[in-house]
Nanobody
Framework: QVQLVETGGGLVQAGDSLRLSCAAS????????MAWFRQAPGKEREFVAA???????YYQDSVKGRFTMSRDNAKNTVYLQMNSLNPEDTAVYLC????????????????WGQGTQVTVSS
């Protein structure tokens, strides 16, 4: 059974940092393209960042320069380092995995975690 488990969310103030982790019980984890999405109340799920199996990274424009995604294939884990957080970053952050080509479309991802809440106060 495939599981993706996100941890590291919380309540922080504007300007603070958080590091999210996503541990995946995926066989051949290194073959998966991984991504982070987020969903705020009443809004659609949106792409945040992706890190492909070939180690290419992609970011949503609003997080470029503030967020960094990384992966540790030995630990079957991806991370999202989030700096200079602002209230607009408040959302549930979800980890996703796919063996298909990298995409910003959430429908292209086969496996999802349950999400971790990030709340940024002003």
């Amino acid at each position: 059974q495939v599981q993706l488990v996100e941890t590291g969310g919380g309540l922080v103030q504007a300007g603070d940092s958080l590091r999210l982790s996503c541990a995946a019980s995926l066989r051949t984890f290194s073959n998966y393209n991984m991504a982070w999405f987020r969903q705020a109340p009443g809004k659609e799920r949106e792409f945040v960042a992706a890190l492909t199996r070939s180690r290419n990274t992609y970011y949503q424009d609003s997080v470029k320069g503030r967020f960094t995604m990384s992966r540790d294939n030995a630990k079957n884990t991806v991370y999202l380092q989030m700096n200079s957080l602002n209230p607009e970053d408040t959302a549930v952050y979800l980890c996703a995995a796919t063996t298909r080509l990298y995409s910003r479309n959430y429908a292209q991802y086969d496996y999802w975690g349950q999400g971790t809440q990030v709340t940024v106060s002003s």
